[in-house]
């Protein structure tokens, strides 16, 4: 059963970088298989992908974000990683990680962070 | 992008009541459509793939069906546990795309 589970500050001050990290278990990251994912979730809001790596070196960004956005995996810890610059109030949600499959929907989740970008 | 658009936004509905979600996407998606489960505080959790396939443990009155554009999520027998938001999910061009939720209240 793969498990995923997020790990990073819960604020961060405007302008300043946001780091997070998902932590895999169950599944190895450098196998292929799945897309590792980050999504988030604005309070009360609808779901918005922000990105994703696959086979390592291939990673989707949301154009939204792109500018901004890294997205990394370590396969000797087993686990992928984002780094959003220059953090804006507009940043402040729930982050998620999540496995995507070949066929496109997502299938685990971790259990979720919630960031808010304040000074 | 592909854009999904759910509907009704929010349905309130009694234990025991048969409960007909809609998805509508902007362009053909086949059947690659998700529907997704969300509770207050928790990740969402996959209940359909593949338009009509259910996930593994998830109770049977849940359905999925449709094809092309428009697709619907079917709650047979409403329980209270099925309070949630419940957002679709097209997987048939990248990147993939969230319709923007149904809240359903069980009354």
């Known amino acids: 059963q793969v498990q995923l589970q997020e790990s990073g500050p819960g604020l961060v001050k405007p302008s300043q970088t946001l780091s997070l990290t998902c932590s895999v278990s169950?599944?190895?990251?450098?196998?292929?298989?799945?897309?590792w994912t980050w999504i988030r979730q604005h309070p009360g809001k609808g779901l918005e992908l922000i990105g994703y790596?696959?086979?390592?070196?291939?990673?989707y960004y949301n154009p939204s974000l792109k500018n901004r956005l890294t997205i990394l995996a370590d396969t000797f810890n087993n686990e992928f990683s984002l780094k959003l610059t220059s953090v804006t109030a507009a940043d402040s949600a729930a982050y998620y990680c999540?496995?995507?499959?070949?066929?496109?929907?997502?299938?685990?989740w971790g259990q979720g962070t919630l960031v808010s970008v304040s000074s | 992008d592909i854009q999904m658009t759910q509907s009704p936004s929010s349905v309130s509905a009694s234990v025991g009541d048969r409960v007909t979600i809609t998805c509508r996407a902007s362009q053909t998606v086949y059947t690659a459509l998700a529907w997704y489960q969300q509770k207050p505080g928790e990740a969402p959790k996959l209940l359909i793939y593949a338009a009509s396939t259910l996930q593994t443990g998830v109770p049977s009155r849940f359905s999925g069906s449709g094809s092309g554009t428009d697709f619907t999520l079917t709650i047979s027998r409403l329980q209270a546990a099925d309070s949630a938001t419940y957002f679709c999910q097209q997987g048939d061009r990248f990147p993939p795309t969230f319709g923007h939720g149904t809240t359903v209240e069980v009354k």
């Open positions: 790596i696959f086979y390592i070196g291939n990673t």
């Open positions: 169950g599944a190895s990251i450098g196998s292929g298989g799945y897309y």
């Open positions: 999540a496995t995507m499959t070949t066929s496109v929907y997502i299938d685990h």
